[in-house]
């Protein structure tokens, strides 16, 4: 059985990733940025009998993995499996979105995942062996308006991932990107809170709020048929079982069919896909938000 680290355990996908592994019988360090949201993994742990031990990370503070990891180690001997899932989304027209929201995207989807699995490599090299999961996106295939550090973010885990992948083959270290379509869970609850469309931060007088409300309201429609994360976290189990010759692991047939429509198409028809999925061409035209979009 293995031992595994995920990051960012307090809800959706990590948690989910936690259950499986858990009920894989493998041994489960749950990481979360406070363990005042362990309640439901412990309680889990408890009723079913798993291994899955919380404990504390902020995936922003690099200074702290080294300590953390040889506590892994030390109580369990080795460190087979890191997901690195933790992450945030600020939605907005670029022009809206300031200097520290797009850093924090950056900090938290693409240094801290990078940082921890450097920090983590020493240990499987010396395993002479591992499997480093990254949680990418859509994307980090595909940019859509609105979502430009997002994007920017999971692009450059998509890339240095690619990149990464065969400096460690030689120590039977492996490496999976996971690319997921729509799933219910918290992370789109900082960008529309309640029953808002945006953050009373959002700038009131920004030029781009017709056009991010209509994106707003789109993916509110979307939500109730948003895939279940237990799907993320079976696949999860899967990935880390499997020979590593797999790169990239789409979740859904939604982003089966993204990843093939991007990637067998040229920029035109690449465009011509992303404006229909984004549903803007009217704000390329300079025109209003479709009457149907309330
Ligand atoms: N949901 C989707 O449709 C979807 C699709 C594609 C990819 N993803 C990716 O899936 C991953 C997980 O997101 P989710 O959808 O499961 O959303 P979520 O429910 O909001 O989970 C995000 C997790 O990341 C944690 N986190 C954020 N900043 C952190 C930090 N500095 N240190 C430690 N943990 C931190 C959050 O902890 P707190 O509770 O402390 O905030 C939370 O546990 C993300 O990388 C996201 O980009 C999601």
Redo the contacts with the bound molecule.
């Keep these: 059985m293995s031992v595994v680290l995920i990051?960012?355990?307090?809800?959706?996908?990590?948690a989910a990733a936690a259950r499986a592994f858990g009920r894989n019988g493998d041994t489960v360090y749950a990481s979360?940025?406070?363990l005042r949201?362990a309640g439901d993994l412990q309680a889990l742990a408890r009723s079913e009998s798993l291994d899955i031990r919380p404990l504390e990370?902020?995936?922003?503070q690099p200074a702290s993995f080294s300590a953390l990891l040889e506590r892994i180690v030390k109580e369990s001997g080795r460190i087979d499996v890191l997901v690195n899932?933790?992450?945030?989304?600020r939605a907005g027209a670029f022009e809206d979105l300031d200097e520290a929201a797009l850093r924090e995207v950056m900090e938290?989807?693409f240094f801290?995942p990078f940082l921890l699995a450097r920090a983590v490599l020493p240990h499987m090299r010396r395993q002479r062996g591992g499997y480093i999961i990254m949680?990418?996106?859509?994307s980090g295939i595909a940019g859509l308006p609105g979502d430009v550090a997002y994007t920017a973010s999971?692009f450059a885990v998509e890339g240095a991932t690619e990149a990464l992948r065969h400096e460690i083959d030689r120590w039977n270290i492996k490496l999976a990107l996971v690319q997921?379509?729509?799933?219910a869970?918290?992370?789109f609850a900082s960008s529309m809170p309640g029953q808002e469309l945006l953050p009373d931060s959002y700038p009131a007088g920004s030029p781009y709020r017709g056009f991010v409300e209509h994106r707003q309201r789109e993916l509110r429609k979307r939500l109730p048929q948003?895939f279940s994360?237990d799907i993320i976290g079976n696949l999860l189990v899967r990935i880390s079982k499997s020979d590593g010759a797999q790169l990239r692991w789409p979740a859904d047939d939604i982003s089966k069919k993204v990843l093939a429509t991007m990637w067998a198409q040229d920029d035109a028809a690449r465009d011509q896909f992303l404006r229909g999925v984004s549903g803007t061409p009217w704000w390329s035209a300079g025109g209003e938000p479709p009457a149907d979009s309330g």
Excluded at 135 to 138: A, G, P, R, V, W
């Design positions: 990051t960012g355990c307090s809800s959706g996908f990590g979360m940025r406070t949201k990370l902020d995936v922003t899932n933790a992450g945030v989304l938290t989807n801290a949680i990418s996106s859509l999971k997921a379509g729509l799933y869970t918290g992370i948003a994360p």
